[in-house]
Nanobody
Framework: QVQLVESGGGLVQAGGSLTLSCAAS????????MGWYRQAPGKQRDLVAT???????DYADSVKGRFTISRDNVKNTVYLQMNSLKPEDTDVYYC?????????WGQGTQVTVST
């Protein structure tokens, strides 16, 4: 099976920064899309950012200019650099790893931004 290990979440004050990472291992190869989504209680899981194997990126409008997604194809790791954090960024963040056959989700990591 596929294992996704997330790290980097935590508590930060508004205006601060955090970097999330997610490393994929196990029975997956030829990874296409890697990305980050977030979900709060009572809400749907929404796109934060995605990056293709060719490093084409897509961002939610709410994070453009503040967040940067990147990937290391050798380590099968995706990163999310989050700057200028706002209280509304508070959510559980989930990483996504996808190839042509399957998609796998991480367990989620809590990001809390205080005022």
């Amino acid at each position: 099976q596929v294992q996704l290990v997330e790290s980097g979440g935590g508590l930060v004050q508004a205006g601060g920064s955090l970097t999330l990472s997610c490393a994929a291992s196990g029975r997956i190869s030829n990874i296409d899309i890697m990305g980050w989504y977030r979900q709060a209680p009572g809400k749907q899981r929404d796109l934060v950012a995605t990056i293709t194997s060719g490093r084409i990126t897509d961002y939610a409008d709410s994070v453009k200019g503040r967040f940067t997604i990147s990937r290391d194809n050798v380590k099968n790791t995706v990163y999310l650099q989050m700057n200028s954090l706002k209280p509304e960024d508070t959510d559980v963040y989930y990483c996504l790893v996808r190839n042509i056959f399957r998609a796998d989700w991480g367990q989620g990591t809590q990001v809390t931004v205080s005022t």
